[in-house]
Protein backbone atom coordinates (compact mmCIF):
# COMPACT_ATOMS: atom_id res chain seq x y z
CA UNK A 1 0.00 0.00 0.00
CA UNK A 2 1.16 3.20 -1.04
CA UNK A 3 0.21 6.64 1.00
CA UNK A 4 0.26 10.07 -0.20
CA UNK A 5 -0.64 13.02 2.43
CA UNK A 6 -1.00 16.36 0.50
CA UNK A 7 -2.65 19.56 2.55
CA UNK A 8 -6.15 17.86 4.07
CA UNK A 9 -5.71 14.94 1.53
CA UNK A 10 -5.12 10.95 1.97
CA UNK A 11 -4.69 9.00 -1.33
CA UNK A 12 -4.12 5.26 -0.95
CA UNK A 13 -3.43 2.62 -3.62
CA UNK A 14 -4.15 -0.49 -2.89
CA UNK A 15 -2.35 -3.56 -4.87
CA UNK A 16 -4.32 -6.73 -6.17
CA UNK A 17 -3.51 -8.93 -3.06
CA UNK A 18 -4.22 -5.67 -0.36
CA UNK A 19 -7.67 -5.15 -2.31
CA UNK A 20 -8.60 -8.89 -2.01
CA UNK A 21 -7.41 -8.76 1.76
CA UNK A 22 -10.05 -5.81 2.28
CA UNK A 23 -12.63 -7.47 0.63
CA UNK A 24 -12.46 -10.66 2.91
CA UNK A 25 -12.40 -8.30 5.68
CA UNK A 26 -8.67 -7.94 6.68
CA UNK A 27 -7.17 -4.87 7.50
CA UNK A 28 -4.25 -3.70 5.44
CA UNK A 29 -1.75 -1.86 7.54
CA UNK A 30 1.68 -0.71 6.53
CA UNK A 31 4.16 1.59 8.95
CA UNK A 32 6.68 4.47 8.35
CA UNK A 33 9.43 3.40 10.58
CA UNK A 34 11.57 6.27 12.34
CA UNK A 35 14.95 6.34 14.56
CA UNK A 36 13.92 6.11 18.29
CA UNK A 37 11.50 3.46 17.91
CA UNK A 38 8.43 5.44 16.58
CA UNK A 39 6.11 4.48 13.36
CA UNK A 40 3.26 6.12 11.52
CA UNK A 41 0.83 3.41 11.00
CA UNK A 42 -1.61 3.83 8.21
CA UNK A 43 -4.90 1.61 7.96
CA UNK A 44 -7.60 0.82 5.55
CA UNK A 45 -10.22 -1.73 6.29
CA UNK A 46 -14.05 -1.91 5.28
CA UNK A 47 -16.43 -1.37 8.34
CA UNK A 48 -20.72 -2.57 8.29
CA UNK A 49 -21.19 0.47 10.28
CA UNK A 50 -19.26 3.17 8.04
CA UNK A 51 -21.97 4.54 5.61
CA UNK A 52 -18.76 6.53 3.76
CA UNK A 53 -15.33 6.88 4.18
CA UNK A 54 -14.00 7.55 7.05
CA UNK A 55 -10.41 9.12 8.17
CA UNK A 56 -9.37 9.14 11.82
CA UNK A 57 -5.69 9.92 13.80
CA UNK A 58 -5.22 8.28 16.60
CA UNK A 59 -2.03 6.70 18.84
CA UNK A 60 0.44 7.47 15.60
CA UNK A 61 -2.04 5.83 13.39
CA UNK A 62 -4.46 6.92 10.41
CA UNK A 63 -6.80 4.49 10.47
CA UNK A 64 -9.27 4.80 6.98
CA UNK A 65 -12.73 2.93 6.91
CA UNK A 66 -14.46 1.99 3.79
CA UNK A 67 -18.10 1.16 3.61
CA UNK A 68 -18.07 -2.80 3.31
CA UNK A 69 -20.82 -2.79 0.58
CA UNK A 70 -18.56 0.04 -1.48
CA UNK A 71 -15.70 -2.30 -1.17
CA UNK A 72 -16.91 -5.62 -2.23
CA UNK A 73 -18.28 -3.68 -5.36
CA UNK A 74 -14.69 -1.64 -6.14
CA UNK A 75 -13.27 -4.73 -5.68
CA UNK A 76 -15.09 -7.03 -7.61
CA UNK A 77 -15.66 -4.43 -10.72
CA UNK A 78 -13.90 -2.07 -13.33
CA UNK A 79 -14.23 1.20 -10.42
CA UNK A 80 -10.67 2.02 -9.82
CA UNK A 81 -11.36 3.76 -6.44
CA UNK A 82 -13.41 4.56 -3.80
CA UNK A 83 -13.19 8.55 -2.74
CA UNK A 84 -15.35 10.56 -0.02
CA UNK A 85 -15.05 13.28 2.42
CA UNK A 86 -14.58 13.62 6.03
CA UNK A 87 -14.76 16.79 7.75
CA UNK A 88 -11.57 18.78 6.31
CA UNK A 89 -9.80 15.59 4.98
CA UNK A 90 -10.18 14.36 1.65
CA UNK A 91 -9.93 10.48 0.79
CA UNK A 92 -8.99 8.66 -1.75
CA UNK A 93 -8.44 5.06 -2.01
CA UNK A 94 -7.48 3.68 -5.10
CA UNK A 95 -6.42 0.58 -7.00
CA UNK A 96 -2.51 0.73 -7.80
CA UNK A 97 -1.80 0.07 -11.67
CA UNK A 98 1.84 -1.00 -12.98
CA UNK A 99 3.57 1.93 -13.85
CA UNK A 100 3.99 2.20 -18.02
CA UNK A 101 7.41 3.74 -17.57
CA UNK A 102 8.57 0.85 -15.61
CA UNK A 103 9.63 -2.75 -16.26
CA UNK A 104 5.95 -4.65 -15.23
CA UNK A 105 8.00 -7.56 -13.42
CA UNK A 106 8.70 -5.31 -10.68
CA UNK A 107 5.24 -4.60 -10.13
CA UNK A 108 3.96 -8.25 -9.90
CA UNK A 109 1.42 -7.59 -7.48
CA UNK A 110 -0.12 -4.24 -9.73
CA UNK A 111 -3.19 -4.00 -10.98
CA UNK A 112 -2.73 -3.97 -15.02
CA UNK A 113 -2.71 -0.97 -16.48
CA UNK A 114 -5.37 0.32 -18.58
CA UNK A 115 -3.75 2.49 -20.87
CA UNK A 116 -1.00 0.22 -21.43
CA UNK A 117 -3.68 -2.56 -23.62
Request: aromatic share 6%.
Amino acid sequence: MKLRIQDDSLRLRLTRGEVEDLNRGGAVERAVHFPGGRALQYIVTGSAAAASPRAAYSGDAIRVSLPETRVKAWAAGDEVGIEGQDGPVRILVEKDFECLHRDGAAQPDAFPNPQGQ
